[in-house]
């Protein structure tokens, strides 16, 4: 059973910089697809990004692109969200999740593993 712990969380005002890290234990990291996704108050969770097993290659919304990073650590079963010039609307939720496919990794029927959430919000 994998277990996925998110932290870093909390609040930034617009135009600042977050980094949520996500801990993952249970199972070999490498062998699982990473993805961070967001629950807006009032909306339905969405992906923001992803990045496949191999750390190769990396996915991101339209919405992030150009502001949001996602890395991965082997050596320290660890998975990033470097978050930079933020706005109100990236305000949610953010979930950690683990797949065991590098395939279409954008969705989130393709993740087996989710962690509990960690809350950011950007105020304006």
């Known amino acids: 059973q994998v277990q996925l712990v998110e932290s870093g969380g909390g609040l930034v005002q617009a135009g600042g910089s977050l980094r949520l890290s996500c801990a993952f234990s249970?199972?070999?990291?490498?062998?699982?697809?990473m993805g961070w996704f967001r629950r807006a108050p009032g909306k339905e969770r969405e992906f923001v990004a992803a990045?496949?097993?191999?750390?190769?290659?990396?996915y991101y919304a339209d919405s992030v692109k150009g502001r949001f990073a996602v890395s991965g650590d082997n050596a320290k079963n660890m998975v990033y969200l470097e978050m930079n010039n933020m706005k109100p609307e990236d305000t949610a939720v953010y979930y950690c999740?683990?797949?065991?496919?590098?395939?279409?990794?954008?969705?989130?029927?393709?993740?087996?593993?989710w962690g509990q959430g960690t809350q950011v919000t950007v105020s304006s």
């Open positions: 999740a683990a797949a065991s496919t590098a395939w279409r990794i954008t969705a989130q029927t393709q993740y087996d593993y």
């Open positions: 990045i496949t097993r191999s750390g190769l290659s990396t």
């Open positions: 249970g199972r070999t990291f490498s062998s699982y697809s």
